[in-house]
């Protein structure tokens, strides 16, 4: 993989920002996009700034087209067995808020989650709470990793859906999906992934997964913002309720009732975000084109190169799990003294870093581990060791400024 002829493609990385070039380590917030995703996005305002799926006109008819031509295109990158197993949404939130309200619970159901969901899993699955189903966290074991063991003591007759992060935000760290999966559907239950952080930079394929469910955030993967997406198996894809209901999704409406269109139609209820859409089918051929083995190799020896240079200096803590094969591109940490995001504030003031710092929409994470948050240093297909060495070299300074206390060498959450 040639980074340096690849960061030629991120304009924002060909600039500077107040006299320095960014350090972009936010990557699992938005990832930066490539001429060839605005290039794409500008042609729909440019050449057909239409509407799919409506009129019957030419600009019309050519993004029905394109969008059409989107879909299969990020079918092909999940191998997902028809184009119409993908639906467009606007975020991972609203394909997980889909699925999960979507699949008919009912009181006594039961639903099985890690204990590290996002809150875009998390929350919904609390509303259904408020509706008497029942939900069932699994905890992760000591080393951090997932527990096979307990999750199987969690799953029962009653287990409908086993809604999960496929890899973790906050830790980079990926369940073993396809035992997931198995011991899933040997209770009959179905399985949604939370694909958000796992698609970027890892080759998915949902017919070898076997999963039923899957989201993922196009601007997560170097696609336009505002484009998220889920596949949803063809057999059982039309038994999922849409969020919204009014214009398009409907096959005829009279006073008294509806009819609805199927998949995925049925989940595009409204205008959609047709540059985005379009943008989108850019975005998975410029990662195909790199590779996503290639990716994951170069996040991990980047990981590796971050952990070794901080994993034993003092007042630092890196969240679990320690070794960084298991964390794909993030490196999430905090500096004792000083709060997450006075460590964010000042690397972007100092060094141009920019990174997250909080709770990473993932609060109970943190409140059942009694943490108050953390910076994350996430990283991506156009970072560098350069990169990587200004960072842990200002970290390592801060550290040595506010540690208080030297025995906390390596300490790790
Ligand atoms: C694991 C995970 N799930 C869900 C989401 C929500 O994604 P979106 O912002 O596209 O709704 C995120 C976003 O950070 C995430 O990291």
Known sequence: MDVEKLRKDFLILNKTVEGKVPIYFDSACQTLRPNQVTNAVREYYDSFPSCAGRSVHRLATEVSLRCDQARTAVA?????????EIAFTKNSTEALNTVIFGSGLKKGDEIVTTDYEHNSVHVPVLQLMNLGIKRKVVPSAVDGSFDLEAFEKAMTKKT????????????????????????????????????????????????????????????KMCGPSGVGLFYSRSEISDRIAP??????????VNYASFKLLPAPERFETG?????????????????????????????IALNKRMTKALLDVPGISILKPSDPNLRGGIFSFNIQGLSPHDVAMILDNSKNVMMRSGMHCCHTYFHSRGIEGCARASLYLYNTK??????TKAVEELSTRFDKSVELRGREH
């Open 76 to 84: 092909d990158f999940f191998n997902a067995e028809a184009p119409t």
């Open 160 to 219: 409908r859906l086993v809604a999960m992060c496929m890899t973790s935000n906050v830790t980079g760290y990926t369940l073993p999906a396809r035992e997931v999966v198995q011991i899933a559907h040997s209770y009959g239950a179905k399985v949604l992934f939370d694909a958000a952080q796992t698609a970027p930079s890892q080759k998915l394929d949902v017919q070898a997964l076997g999963v039923d469910y899957l989201a993922a955030s196009g601007h």
């Open 243 to 252: 969020l919204m209901y009014g214009g398009h999704g409907v096959a005829d």
């Open 271 to 299: 205008l959609q975000n047709y540059s985005g859409i379009v943008g989108m089918e850019a975005a998975v051929d410029y990662l195909k084109a790199i590779g996503l083995d290639e990716i994951k190799s170069h996040e």
């Open 386 to 391: 350069e990169e990587v060495d200004i960072f």
